[in-house]
């Protein structure tokens, strides 16, 4: 098992930055890939990033926030980062970070483990 909690989100301006980060726990081995969704009011959640544990460098984007965002991980802490920049207000949704999918997918069913979502508002 692997335990996910994010924090980092807020009220930013359009324009504005902010870092989302998710700390792990527990069976980090079964972590393998992990990545940030987002769901907005009414909407389905969404694929915005993800990182291979094991290799900082195997990253997928979406094409909504490529360029924009950027993800990250610190294997000594244990920990994901999303760093936001020039922040839209369709940005505005409620961040996920998710861990454990075995195969490079978008698709947020073939990721078991969750945490509780952080909130980001873009807005001014």
């Known amino acids: 098992q692997v335990q996910l909690v994010e924090s980092g989100g807020g009220l930013v301006q359009p324009g504005g930055s902010l870092r989302l980060s998710c700390t792990a726990s527990?069976?980090?081995?079964?972590?393998?890939?992990m990545g940030w969704f987002r769901q907005a009011p009414g909407k389905e959640r969404e694929f915005v990033a993800a990182?291979?544990?094991?290799?900082?460098?195997?990253?997928d984007y979406a094409d909504s926030v490529k360029g924009r965002f950027a993800i990250s991980r610190d294997s000594a802490k244990t920990a994901l980062y999303l760093q936001m920049n020039g922040l839209k207000p369709e940005d505005t949704a409620v961040y996920y970070c998710?861990?454990?999918?075995?195969?490079?997918?978008?698709?947020?069913?073939?990721?078991?483990?969750w945490g509780q979502g952080t909130q980001v508002t873009v807005s001014s």
């Open positions: 998710a861990a454990g999918a075995v195969v490079p997918v978008r698709e947020s069913k073939y990721y078991p483990y």
């Open positions: 990182v291979n544990w094991r290799n900082a460098d195997n990253t």
């Open positions: 527990g069976s980090i081995f079964m972590a393998y890939r």
